[in-house]
């Protein structure tokens, strides 16, 4: 992001788009990345499109869940709730339809070159076992530019009647996060969220050599929240937060592995936003906007913790509309279960504690000696 410290820009409602309720309350969405898993927001992202009571004033994203907001910010942009519903089904038909999937309904007018991704996802089974992207996709093919072709339109991001939308990339020379916002939203920027290196080519925007956002921002939280989004903040996960047992095999190990620096990022992002909270109980109303919009946070987490845990290895690989549909049902299921519990709390109070993440590592509990080193 350019300049996190400017005031993110509260969503507005044009002519011809549905009002929302006059007591709505403002909410940021953050989704995190998971390949075909992320197919878990856009069913949490289906319902809550259909809840009343709730605005989404940013939303952010990471890979997957880079390509979920920005469908879902240019259809609030567009068309309203029912135009986001819309878009966010037609990317994941366009996906299975890319996958070689047989049972797309349409997917013969929906993507001139179904199958392409089908041999990308052997590509990934192949770059699981050591191989180098050009021994696995010599071509440099990358099926996610045909799947946005036509669909997406970024001239819709940074409009009154759009969420604010942020975005993570991965700077290759630096491995920091790089923050895209609103107009800066581009095919070649969500590509860069999503490019796995072990698969795809390299993505370079303005000289700079991007990989995907999962690496450094999964996704992007203590950002937003400094520079203004809704104080609510609602993480979409799509991976388990712990698994009690050890992987195994050579591919689980690899999957697991993957799947811990993916959620490394997560686990920073919620630590600092958990011990910035802790230290700033007693800021004074009078504090530096940024400060106090930290100690006022409110989050909230929507996850499906054992659905994840038992799904067979290799899940985030499968792009068949039948896997993605039945993420999409388990994903509007733990939404319409969280409203149904946590729907008074927002605007009020967090759900999710973050004082696991504030314990943990070396930082000494409140009154509790300071390390010494002799």
């Known amino acids: 992001m350019t300049d996190t410290q400017t005031m993110l820009r509260p969503a507005d409602t044009g002519s011809g788009h549905p009002e929302p309720r006059v007591d ?26 259909d809840e009343p009571v709730l605005r989404i004033g940013a939303a952010s994203g990471a890979s997957a869940g880079a390509m979920n907001a920005a469908m879902l910010a240019q259809g609030l942009a567009t068309g309203g709730p029912g135009e986001a519903k819309r878009l ?14 047989p049972d797309v309904a349409g997917a013969g007018t929906l993507l001139p070159f179904a199958g392409l991704m089908s ?38 991001f940074g409009t009154p009647n759009a969420p604010t939308l942020v975005i993570s990339a991965t700077r ?18 969500l590509l860069a969220s999503a490019c796995l290196p072990q698969l795809f ?12 956002g999962g690496y450094a ?14 104080a609510d903040i609602v993480l979409v996960r799509t991976t388990p937060e712990e698994r009690p047992d050890l992987p195994a095999g050579a591919s689980g190990v690899a999957e697991r592995v993957d799947e811990i620096a993916f ?79 946590h729907r008074g709390s927002v605007g009020v109070r967090s759900t999710m504690d973050l004082s ?19």
Request: charged share 20%; no cysteine; proline share 5%.
């Open 88 to 101: 966010l089904e037609a990317f994941w038909r366009r996906v299975a339809s890319a996958s070689g999937s």
């Open 24 to 49: 709505a309350r403002p909410v940021t969405l953050a989704l995190q990345g998971g390949g075909s898993l992320g197919a878990f927001s856009w069913g949490v992202l289906d319902r809550l499109l």
């Open 172 to 189: 290759v020379r630096t491995g920091e996060a790089k923050l895209f916002r609103d107009a800066e939203v581009t095919a070649e920027a």
């Open 119 to 156: 041999p990308v996802a052997d590509a990934l089974r192949q770059a699981a076992r050591g191989l180098s992207r050009t021994q696995v996709n010599p071509l440099g093919l990358n099926p996610l530019r045909g799947v946005l072709d036509g669909l997406l339109d970024p001239s819709a």
């Open 263 to 341: 959620g490394t990022a997560l686990r920073q992002e919620l630590r600092s936003l958990a011990l910035a909270q802790r230290f700033l109980t007693d800021v004074p109303a009078s504090a530096v906007d940024a400060l106090a919009r930290l100690r006022d946070a409110r989050m909230h987490v929507i996850g499906a913790e054992e659905a994840f845990r038992a799904l067979k290895g290799g899940s985030h690989r499968d792009a068949s509309w039948g896997f993605l549909t039945e993420m999409r049902d388990l994903g509007r299921g733990a939404a319409d279960r969280w409203l149904a519990a």
């Open 217 to 230: 921002a999964n996704p992007p939280l203590r950002a937003l929240v400094e520079a203004g989004a809704p």
């Open 201 to 212: 080519p390299t993505v370079v925007i303005d000289g700079e050599a991007y990989w995907d």
């Open 356 to 374: 696991g993440y504030a314990a943990s590592g070396l930082v000494p509990a409140l009154g509790a000696a300071p390390l010494t080193v002799t």
